[in-house]
Nanobody, 119 residues
Framework: QVQLVESGGGLVQAGGSLRLSCAAS????????MGWFRQAPGKERELIGI????????YYVDSMKGRFTISRDIPKSTVYLQIGSLKPEDTAIYYC????????????WGQGTQVTVSS
């Protein structure tokens, strides 16, 4: 399986922006779809979006469209999540995950990075 390490979280004021990174290692990065998820305190983990293994397509959950942008740098084996106009309700642990292309289950997960948005 691919190993994933997120970084870039922290404490941010509302209205600010943040870019999270997820570095992958262990397998060929370009053979995996990459997803970003988040889990707020007391809530279930939710999907933000998925970028395809080829890097040519990205899907966003409807509620996440507009302020969240996922991108991937294949040579660097890294996927990014840009979050704009941060709100206190964006406070959560953000996770990246990988699934082999042409499959449906995310099998590899990072440890998560905490994002806290102050009002």
């Amino acid at each position: 399986q691919v190993q994933l390490v997120e970084s870039g979280g922290g404490l941010v004021q509302a209205g600010g922006s943040l870019r999270l990174s997820c570095a992958a290692s262990g397998r060929t990065f370009s053979l995996y779809d990459m997803g970003w998820f988040r889990q707020a305190p007391g809530k279930e983990r939710e999907l933000i979006g998925i970028t395809a293994w080829s890097g040519t397509k990205t899907y966003y959950v409807d509620s996440m469209k507009g302020r969240f942008t996922i991108s991937r740098d294949i040579p660097k084996s890294t996927v990014y999540l840009q979050i704009g106009s941060l709100k206190p309700e964006d406070t959560a642990i953000y996770y990246c995950a990988a699934r082999p292309r042409y499959t449906t289950d995310f099998r590899s997960w990072g440890q998560g990075t905490q994002v806290t948005v102050s009002s």
